[in-house]
């Protein structure tokens, strides 16, 4: 790994390129979908490469689909350690779910039921990608809409995940909001619950509130009730490098450098508050 992510970044999205190429984006590092650029060649993957001349990197996959039963693909993998070897990321990270079964990607981030035959295909899956990239990678907790029967809560099926296998969190507050919120769990359970020391990553975004259910839809500001979460998740885990997702509805880019800062401004206050204790 060439570097070590650190501060307050943004997803690189379109509207936005120009910013990163230039590096006038007052940001310490950028997060990209790994599937837009694990192409050979062509104009996607050369504005990533003058990009990343200029902020530190975070890879975000969507398809690895590490709960798959029937294993990884490994044309993926390859596609993606020669992605990785090139842009040498700080961070290469993907989603707790499921996307694929017999060849069909549903292109969701599908639930897990949280079993322990779950977490052995998990493991044995985590395991396999991490010894094909040569490095640990994050797992994000998933944002989820309805709940299977299981032997263990999502926080403790994390800790075990992250315990047998090594891999590290991506913690999406808003995920954990969302959830909570869709299944009647305590936010504040769920941080108790997962291992602080292996969070390498936080994830802010907006949701949406539908007939029944809140849905996670990255297309609004991050609501004061996510900002509380992440209060929450930096006053127990310390200074963490931390974005801000925004996939739709995209905003100019002053306007998510300005949530960014009361980003700055809560860590800062959860450092100062613990070195105060």
Same mark, same amino acid.
């Given at each position: 790994?060439?570097? @070590?992510?650190?501060?307050?970044?943004?997803?690189?999205?379109?509207?936005?390129?120009?910013?990163?190429?230039?590096?006038?984006?007052?940001?310490?590092?950028?997060e990209?979908?790994? =599937?837009?650029?694990?192409?050979?060649?062509? @104009?996607?993957?050369?504005?990533?490469? @003058?990009?990343?001349? $200029?902020?530190?990197?975070?890879?975000?996959?969507?398809?690895m689909?590490?709960?798959?039963? *029937?294993?990884?693909?490994?044309?993926?993998?390859?596609?993606?350690?020669?992605?990785?070897?090139?842009?040498?990321?700080?961070?290469?990270?993907?989603h707790?779910?499921?996307?694929?079964?017999?060849?069909? $990607?549903?292109?969701?981030?599908?639930?897990?039921?949280?079993?322990?035959?779950?977490?052995?295909?998990? !493991?044995?899956?985590? *395991?396999?990608?991490?010894?094909?990239?040569?490095?640990?990678?994050?797992?994000?907790?998933?944002?989820?809409?309805?709940?299977?029967?299981?032997?263990?809560t =999502?926080?403790?099926?994390?800790?075990?995940?992250?315990?047998?296998t090594? !891999?590290?969190?991506?913690?999406?507050?808003?995920?954990?909001?969302?959830?909570?919120? $869709?299944?009647?769990?305590?936010?504040?359970?769920?941080?108790?619950?997962?291992?602080?020391?292996?969070?390498?990553?936080?994830?802010?975004?907006?949701?949406?509130?539908?007939?029944?259910?809140?849905?996670?839809?990255?297309?609004?500001?991050?609501p004061?009730?996510?900002?509380?979460?992440?209060?929450?998740?930096?006053?127990?885990?310390?200074?963490?490098?931390?974005?801000?997702?925004r996939? *739709? $509805?995209?905003p100019?880019?002053?306007?998510? !450098?300005?949530?960014?800062?009361?980003?700055?401004?809560?860590?800062?206050?959860?450092?100062?508050?613990?070195?105060?204790?």
């Open positions: 790994m060439s570097e @070590k992510l650190a501060g307050f970044g943004l997803g690189m999205r379109r509207p936005h390129y120009r910013s990163y190429i230039d590096g006038t984006a007052p940001v310490d590092f950028i990209v979908i790994s =599937e837009n650029f694990m192409i050979p060649g062509g @104009k996607p993957l050369d504005t990533l490469m @003058k990009a990343r001349g $200029n902020y530190s990197l975070a890879l975000h996959g969507v398809s689909s590490i709960g798959s039963a *029937d294993g990884l693909r490994d044309d993926y993998l390859t596609e993606l350690r020669r992605l990785v070897d090139r842009m040498e990321p700080a961070v290469v990270s993907d707790l779910c499921w996307t694929r079964i017999d060849g069909f $990607n549903s292109h969701d981030l599908l639930p897990l039921p949280y079993t322990e035959e779950a977490l052995d295909v998990v !493991c044995r899956n985590i *395991d396999h990608a991490q010894e094909t990239l040569g490095r640990r990678m994050l797992f994000e907790n998933p944002s989820s809409y309805i709940a299977f029967p299981g032997a263990m =999502e926080w403790e099926f994390l800790a075990e995940m992250t315990r047998r090594g !891999c590290g969190l991506l913690l999406d507050v808003n995920n954990i909001y969302v959830s909570a919120l $869709n299944h009647g769990f305590d936010a504040a359970d769920y941080l108790a619950g997962i291992p602080m020391d292996a969070v390498g990553q936080i994830h802010l975004a907006g949701h949406v509130r539908g007939e029944h259910l809140l849905i996670d839809t990255h297309d609004q500001p991050v004061d009730e996510v900002w509380a979460v992440y209060r929450a998740a930096t006053a127990l885990a310390g200074a963490v490098p931390t974005m801000i997702e996939d *739709d $509805n995209i100019e880019l002053g306007e998510l !450098c300005a949530e960014l800062d009361v980003a700055r401004s809560i860590s800062a206050d959860a450092a100062g508050a613990r070195i105060a204790a």
